[in-house]
């Protein structure tokens, strides 16, 4: 297991930007994937980017154009940069690091809400 902690959630206003941080606790190789998925309340846990450890990046497509995953092999941390938040990616937001078959890691989560 890898451990993964994240930081830089909160209340924003709608338009407005956030970036999270996840730190992994050793280094992220090529064949890592590393990636956010959020949770609303009521519905299922849902992808939202997705980044290989040398750099292919994934979207689900509600964020295409308004969020950018971002990775610092250096720092062995994932970004997610959100721009023109809206009410409906209010969730908590989940750290994933992925490497196959089988290793797969949770960070405890941090909450988004967009609102007035």
């Known amino acids: 297991q890898v451990q993964l902690v994240e930081s830089g959630g909160g209340l924003v206003q709608p338009g407005g930007s956030l970036r999270l941080s996840c730190a992994a606790s050793?280094?992220?190789?090529?064949?890592?994937?590393m990636g956010w998925y959020r949770q609303a309340p009521g519905k299922q846990r849902e992808l939202v980017a997705t980044?290989?450890?040398?750099?292919?990046?994934n979207y689900a497509d509600s964020v295409k154009g308004r969020f950018t995953v971002s990775i610092d092999s250096a720092k062995n941390t994932v970004s997610l940069q959100m721009n023109r938040l809206k009410p409906e990616d209010t969730a908590i937001y989940y750290c994933?690091?992925?490497?196959?078959?089988?290793?797969?890691?949770w960070g405890q989560g941090t909450q988004v809400t967009v609102s007035f």
């Open positions: 994933n690091h992925y490497v196959f078959p089988n290793l797969n890691s």
């Open positions: 980044i290989t450890g040398d750099g292919n990046t």
């Open positions: 050793r280094t992220v190789y090529r064949r890592d994937v």
